[in-house]
């Protein structure tokens, strides 16, 4: 197949790309940089630029007959996007707005998108299933629905199919130790973690301890890269197999939560292999984490024929401890 990658120069992006590159597919990436790093976009062809940009879209469709796009270019700060309403509805809903219509006019009709559980809310249950109201709390989690709403409609009126894959918490990297983490500024607890474990930062903050959960902290539902990458991977011959059409959506977790001193213990145990431990300080809530959040990830299984091969929570961390080494020989 021939696939545009847009974001593939980012974290789940360039993981992705590496995984279709390994099976033979020809990858164009497209990436403004904004968040992306070229270090990371070692396969396919990596064309900068923005989707905002349709002078480009058009020449890259007029140029590559694609069989697919898989589109993770977008802003995913909660916090930021409460502040910033506006970067969210512009990048995340008009510029995939724009992605989609010069994907009409040239007729590529399959198309797999980044959603997210924010898209979800305060959980009325877990694990969330697919039936689980979607009342998100944020403008983040608000423009991901709306590309969801949009990608109905495009299926309707230009039979443009799609799978929405809704993340719960993407963490770990590249088995091979070539591909990682690397946000910045970085938010997410498990690299936040191992950067205390190796020195890159003083210590790790537990926000909150007075959850209802058994030991106070927030439970997420960790998924492997590879394992989500999997996933893009069926979608995306389901389509053009034509054995799925229409506007398809499915959630993306393990099934299973842990809770951020699990993870924090599970971490210790990994990097005290190498004689390295680490600070944990109490701080508040963070405002607008639910306490728990587990996806009920059934239907992808049974439509997908999708199975993670790496939900052992000590393999995830060895691999982005693995990465969170090589990267600070990076730096
Ligand atoms: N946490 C800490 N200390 C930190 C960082 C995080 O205790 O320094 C806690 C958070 O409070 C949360 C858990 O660790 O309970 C996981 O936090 P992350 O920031 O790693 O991930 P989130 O669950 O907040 O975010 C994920 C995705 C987002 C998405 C969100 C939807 O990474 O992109 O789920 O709810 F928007």
Redesign the pocket.
Do not use: M
């Given at each position: 197949m021939q696939v545009l990658v847009v974001g593939g120069a980012g974290y789940i992006g360039s993981h992705m790309v590496k995984q279709l590159s390994r099976a033979g597919h020809s990858v164009v990436v497209l990436d403004n940089l904004s968040t992306g790093f070229c270090e990371l976009a070692c396969y396919g062809e990596l064309v900068v630029g923005d989707s905002a940009d349709t002078a480009l879209l058009e020449s890259l469709f007029s140029k590559h007959k694609f069989d697919g796009v898989m589109h993770f270019a977008a802003a995913?700060l909660?916090g930021e996007s409460m502040q910033h309403p506006g970067k969210y509805y512009r990048n995340n809903v008009v510029n995939t707005l724009n992605l989609l219509e010069v994907m009409v006019r040239h007729e590529v009709n399959h198309f797999i998108f980044s959603s997210?559980?924010?898209t979800f809310g305060e959980p009325v249950y877990v694990p969330i299933d697919e039936a689980h109201p979607q009342q998100p709390i944020n403008p983040?989690?608000a423009s991901k629905l709306m590309i969801e709403r949009m990608l109905q409609d495009f299926y309707s009126a230009h039979g443009l199919s799609s799978v929405s894959l809704r993340?719960?918490?993407?963490c770990g990297a590249d088995p091979e130790g070539e591909l990682g983490e690397c946000h910045e500024p970085e938010?997410?607890?498990?690299p936040?973690i191992l950067q205390a474990a190796s020195g890159r930062r003083e210590s790790?903050?537990?926000?909150?301890r007075d959850y209802a959960t058994e030991d106070g902290?927030?439970i997420?539902d960790y998924i492997h890269i590879e394992d989500l990458c999997s996933a893009h991977a069926l979608a995306l011959e389901a389509l053009v197999q034509g054995k799925k059409q229409g506007a398809l959506a499915y959630n993306l977790g393990n099934g299973h939560g842990y809770s951020?001193q699990q993870m924090i213990d599970a971490v210790q145990r990994v990097v005290s292999e190498d004689g390295c431990s680490l600070i944990v300080e109490e701080?508040a809530r963070?405002p607008g984490?639910p306490a728990t959040?587990v996806a009920d990830a059934t239907l992808v299984k049974q439509e997908l024929g999708w199975q993670p091969q790496y939900a052992m929570l000590d393999i995830i961390i060895r691999h982005a401890w693995a990465w969170e080494k090589r990267r600070n020989a990076w730096l």
């Open positions: 995913s909660v997210t559980a924010a983040y989690g993340y719960f918490n993407a938010t997410h607890l498990i936040l790790i903050t537990v926000f909150g902290t927030c997420r951020v701080g963070r984490d959040l």
